[in-house]
């Protein structure tokens, strides 16, 4: 059983940064392929992008070039680190885990509020 913890979230004015975290508990957290969703109000879930257990990145066309996953397998940690973000980006951040094997993700953090502000 893997429990994710987000934290990080709070408010940020257009074009600044904020790095969210992701604390995993599990011994087989480097092995996993952890990710980022968001929700924005009134809309459906949308994906961010995914790290690998390699370091491998990949990333939703609307954040690609501003957005970036890295993983720290020591702390058991993924972060998502936000930059030149936009009144768009405003949304609950959530993060996920799965095992390699699996086609979905079955562990989901209970997420943190991103506002940006114009």
């Known amino acids: 059983q893997v429990q994710l913890v987000e934290s990080g979230g709070g408010l940020v004015q257009a074009g600044g940064s904020l790095t969210l975290s992701c604390a995993a508990s599990?011994?087989?957290?480097?092995?996993?392929?952890m990710a980022w969703f968001r929700q924005a109000p009134g809309k459906e879930r949308e994906f961010v992008g995914f790290?690998?257990?390699?370091?491998?990145?990949y990333y939703a066309e609307s954040v690609k070039g501003r957005f970036t996953i890295s993983r720290d397998n020591a702390e058991n940690t993924v972060y998502l680190q936000m930059n030149s973000v936009k009144p768009e980006d405003t949304a609950v951040y959530y993060c996920?885990?799965?095992?390699?094997?699996?086609?979905?993700?079955?562990?989901w953090g209970q997420g943190t509020q991103v506002t940006v502000s114009s």
């Open positions: 599990g011994r087989t957290f480097s092995s996993y392929t």
């Open positions: 996920a885990g799965k095992q390699r094997s699996d086609s979905e993700y079955g562990y």
């Open positions: 790290i690998l257990w390699n370091g491998y990145t």
